[in-house]
């Protein structure tokens, strides 16, 4: 009979349980060589276990412009050294031009441009900490202005992910964005009726399926193209479209100009806010709709602020080219 120390040797009954073992992870290597990038993320998907990001890569400018797109669109991206386009200045800006056509569909890219500036003060350690851009990075650096406006002039639309802290500071750097159309992607898109869990970029990005080099400009750019250009299951249509077309509707502002003082924590529920008369609107609090909920607005008003049928608060009707500005 055998002992049993020699039940678990190589002579006691063909090939151990030990050197079976050890064949295996060079045939599991041998395996997962032969698998493709595809086949293993679509293996871990189905198991339901595993959410796969991919790594956006940028896309391409095109060497040929097609012609079915004839309208040409602009997104934009600053990074600053704070928040007040009064004090605080551009330290970078990215932008990316592409082709879109009358259906709201996009085509291509046509251009590209990414610069450091280097502000009349030093970059605040937060600014730092929060995009990478150091006072090293910007000395001696300046925006290439006519770079900027060969991208800039031909464009119906200009884009931006917070348009209104992006449009203050670009017409503060520049006359070249006086006169432009803008649009909000952060706004003007029901990304919760998108199935998107948040507005911020990271967020949508992420739930898109794509992770990128966040809060560099030209890198949030072309992670904006991205959502944008995204057909989503279950929607009609791309968000670049319903921003497309949330563009080229008027909105109304509302000034609840004298308005009763204890009637604030009303409107501010109701989302009005306030201004204080410094950027030359009424000193009041507003809000901003569409034209068709204008009437509703101005009942609510009347009867629930004011308590005056005829009530006539200042409104001011807005486009493209009025909204956002500071």
Request: charged share 25%; aromatic share 10%.
């Amino acid at each position: 009979m055998a002992e049993q120390f020699d039940m678990f040797s190589e002579g006691a009954g063909g090939t151990s349980p030990i050197s079976r073992d050890r064949a295996k992870p060079a045939a599991l290597e041998q395996q997962i060589l032969t698998i493709s990038e595809g086949e293993m993320v679509r293996q871990l998907a189905q198991t339901g276990r595993y959410r796969i990001l991919k790594k956006l890569e940028p896309r391409a400018i095109a060497t040929i412009i097609r012609p079915e797109y004839p309208l040409r669109g602009i997104i934009l991206d600053t990074e600053t050294t704070g928040l007040n386009a009064r004090t605080d200045e551009i330290i970078e800006l990215g932008v990316i031009a592409f082709t879109f056509d009358g259906s709201d569909r996009v085509g291509d890219v046509t251009g590209i441009y990414s610069g450091l500036r280097q502000p009349s003060g030093s970059i605040p350690p937060e600014i730092t900490k929060l995009t990478g851009i150091t006072n090293e990075m910007v000395a001696g650096q300046s925006i290439d202005l006519s770079a900027l406006q060969a991208l800039i002039e031909p464009a119906d639309l200009v884009i931006a992910h917070n348009a209104s802290f992006d449009r203050p500071f670009c017409e503060a750097f520049s006359p070249l964005f006086d006169g432009r159309a803008w649009a909000c992607s952060n706004s003007e898109i029901d990304w919760s009726a998108r199935e998107y869990e948040g507005t911020k970029l990271g967020y949508l990005i992420g739930q898109a399926g794509y992770f990128h080099e966040g809060h560099r400009a030209v890198d949030d750019c072309f992670a904006l193209l991205e959502v944008l250009d995204r057909q989503v299951e279950g929607t009609a249509s791309t968000a670049f479209a319903e921003l497309y077309q949330a563009s080229q509707k008027s909105r109304v502002r509302i000034f609840a100009e004298n308005s009763p003082f204890d009637m604030k924590d009303h409107l501010k529920a109701r989302g009005y806010r306030w201004s204080d008369g410094s950027d030359g609107r009424p000193k009041s609090w507003w809000i901003e709709v569409g034209e068709e909920a204008l009437d509703d607005e101005l009942q609510y008003l009347r009867t629930e602020i004011y308590r005056y049928f005829d009530a006539d608060p200042p409104i001011k009707r807005l486009t493209a080219f009025d909204r956002f500005r500071a």
